[in-house]
Nanobody, 130 residues
Framework: QVQLVESGGGLVQPGGSLRLSCAAA?????VGWFRQAPGNEREGISC?????????????YYADSVKGRFTISRDNAENTVYLQMNNLKPEDTGVYYC?????????????????????WGQGTQVTVSS
């Protein structure tokens, strides 16, 4: 069983930064961040995939709206996936969920939810407002 625990959300002014963390089991081969804004469906923001030997596969996925501003990474020593969010905008507001799959999944496939995460965290609120 994969356990996901998110942290790092909060209130930030436009232009500010936040770093979200997702603690996941080491055998999670695909991990991503999904955002649900008020009144909207959950959207894949950024996903990263690893081969079962721990090596990253291909390039990480970013939704068009966050390209150049958000960066996904993983610290294997901490078994934690991060989402560094810079130059935040009000439209980035929402609940951010960490999701994962235990089998190999192409980043776009999971982030577009063709094969959605099978493990989820409880979400962390991000509010961008002045």
């Amino acid at each position: 069983q994969v356990q996901l625990v998110e942290s790092g959300g909060g209130l930030v002014q436009p232009g500010g930064s936040l770093r979200l963390s997702c603690a996941a089991a080491r055998f999670a081969l695909a991990v991503g961040w999904f955002r649900q804004a008020p009144g909207n469906e959950r959207e894949g923001i950024s996903c990263i995939t690893f081969l079962d030997n721990g090596m990253p596969y291909g390039s990480s996925y970013y939704a068009d709206s966050v390209k150049g501003r958000f960066t996904i990474s993983r610290d294997n020593a901490e078994n934690t996936v991060y989402l560094q969010m810079n130059n935040l905008k009000p439209e980035d507001t929402g609940v951010y969920y960490c999701g994962a799959r235990s089998n190999f999944t192409h980043v776009k496939v999971m982030c577009t939810q063709q094969l959605p995460p099978t493990f989820w965290g409880q979400g962390t609120q991000v509010t961008v407002s002045s």
